[in-house]
Structures are given as structure tokens and as C-alpha cells.
């Protein structure tokens, strides 16, 4: 399957999903947004892929929201943009959605939905040539979608400061409030970023997944019903081909081979 606005490469069990307008720094159009959407379910159906990297071709990772789209939208009627709307949300659903592991490479500015990828993601690391930052304020927008994963990620005073300055952070100061991970070297990013890759897929994707279930289910629950709910992953795991495979190679001292089962 090609697509117009992003770049699909598959490698052993890692995709790469490259966003592919540099010249226009990689705004998140319409059609951009549509074809991540549908690149990362892809990879994500994929009973072969067991981490998802995404990164940004050329100098930028992504300016974030388009401008021309924004100003077709003072002529569209309510309705069609309340839809349209619904449909554009779909990209930042993602990171609680999807079973397979997002990890973002961020190559260089990060602004607005940037930014918000990179909060999304489940592991983000950063070039130390990468700036992020919410300056829709700068505009007159608001980051409305991108807002919870940006809280969760920095905590509620801190996106509160970012959201009303519209600063822009250095890579270094994106770390030093948990925006991203880690950040590197700009030419050492790809190299960094295909070792956490790597070491994921180097894991049980049964038990990958049940992690990402546990996170994402238990977040939002009263702690009593969080128990009862991973007692009852807990048992998946524990009659789970992957975990006696597991736990034979530990004592066989061999390399596991996982079925994801």
C-alpha cells in the first residue's frame, strides 16, 4: 500500500513511518493526519511488527496544524466542522488504542500537533537539534486535541505555562519536564532509536501488549477495580505460551522465541 503523504518501510519487526513534507515542514494536513492514521493501524494489524517508529522527513519532525486549512474553515458551516473535527481526532486516539509500541524520533521542530505526537507516543526520543513547544496561542488557536496527552506528560502547571507563553522548548528542556524521554545526538537519533526499538521487539509481544492493556485500562479506574482487572491479565499472561517459553530459555540460558501467544 503506498501512500501520498508519509513513507512505509518494514524492518524485521520494527515499521518506520516517516512523515514526507519536508518542504512544507511536515504539517499535519487533512491527508497527512489520514495517511498516519492509516499507516499506524497497519502497523499495528501486523502480527509481524512489534514497534512502530515515527519520525519526520527532512529538517523539521512537524510543524504541526496546516494554516491554510485553518482559514478554509471560517467559511465552513458548524456541523461540517464539528464532523470534520471528530474525524481529525482520530490520529491523537492512537496512543491509547493500539497494541504495538510508538516510539517517536524527533528530528527536529515539534510545534502544536508535533508536539503532540511526541506527548502521544509511548517512548519519545529527541535530537538535541529538536525544539517543541504549544504556540498555537500565537495564532489565536487553543491546542484543543493535543492538550490531554501534553498534560499527562508534563503534569498540569507546567502545561498550563506552555500552553498560555507558547514558548518553545530546547530538546533539553522538552527532557527535563518529561516531554520527551531522552534526548541524543542528531546523528546518533536513528542510531538511538532502533536500539529501543529493538530492545521491545526483543521481548514477548504478548506480553508488550498486556502491558500497553494495563496501562491504558487501569489509568482511569478506582484502584480496587484496577487490582480485579489485572488479576485477570495477570492470568492471560501466566497460560501464555510466551511466558514458558520465557522462563525455559531463562533457565536453559538460550535466546527465547516468542509466538506471541
Not at 464532523?83 to 524520533?105: C, H, M, Q, W, Y
Not at 495564532?139 to 490531554?148: E, N, R
Not at 495477570?234 to 530459555?249: I, M, Q, T
Request: charged share 25%; glycine share 6%; proline share 4%.
Amino acid at each position: 500500500m503506498a501512500y501520498e503523504t508519509v513513507l512505509y518501510e518494514q524492518s524485521d519487526h520494527v515499521v518506520k513511518i516517516q512523515l514526507n513534507l519536508p518542504k512544507l515542514r511536515n504539517p499535519l494536513t487533512e491527508q497527512l493526519a489520514g495517511d498516519l492514521v492509516n499507516a499506524i493501524r497497519r502497523a499495528d494489524r501486523d502480527k509481524t511488527v512489534r514497534a512502530i517508529v515515527v519520525t519526520g522527513s527532512g529538517k523539521a519532525f512537524s510543524a504541526g496544524g496546516n494554516l491554510k486549512e485553518f482559514k478554509e474553515n471560517f467559511v465552513k458551516p458548524v456541523p461540517q466542522l464539528y464532523d470534520e473535527g471528530i474525524k481529525s481526532n482520530e490520529l491523537f486516539r492512537l496512543g491509547a488504542e493500539v497494541s504495538t509500541p510508538i516510539i517517536t524520533a524527533v528530528n527536529g521542530p515539534a510545534l502544536g500537533g508535533g508536539t503532540g505526537l511526541a506527548a502521544m507516543s509511548h517512548i519519545a526520543i529527541a535530537s538535541d537539534q529538536a525544539t517543541l513547544g504549544l504556540t498555537e496561542l500565537r495564532l489565536g488557536l487553543v491546542p484543543f486535541v493535543i492538550l490531554p496527552w501534553v498534560r499527562r506528560a508534563v503534569g498540569e502547571r507546567k502545561v498550563m505555562e506552555m500552553m498560555l507563553t507558547a514558548k518553545v522548548l530546547s530538546a533539553k528542556e522538552a527532557e527535563e519536564v518529561n516531554l520527551v524521554h531522552k534526548v541524543v545526538p542528531h546523528a546518533q537519533l536513528e542510531e538511538e532509536t532502533w536500539k529501543v526499538a529493538e530492545t521491545i521487539c526483543s521481548y514477548s509481544p504478548l506480553a508488550v501488549r498486556l502491558a500497553l492493556d494495563a496501562f491504558y485500562t487501569t489509568e482511569q479506574i478506582d484502584l480496587a477495580k484496577s487490582f480485579d482487572l489485572l488479576s485477570t491479565l495477570r492470568l492471560v499472561s501466566f497460560r501464555s505460551e510466551d511466558l514458558k517459553e520465557g522462563a525455559s530459555a531463562f533457565l536453559e540460558k538460550r535466546k527465547p522465541e516468542w509466538k506471541g501467544k
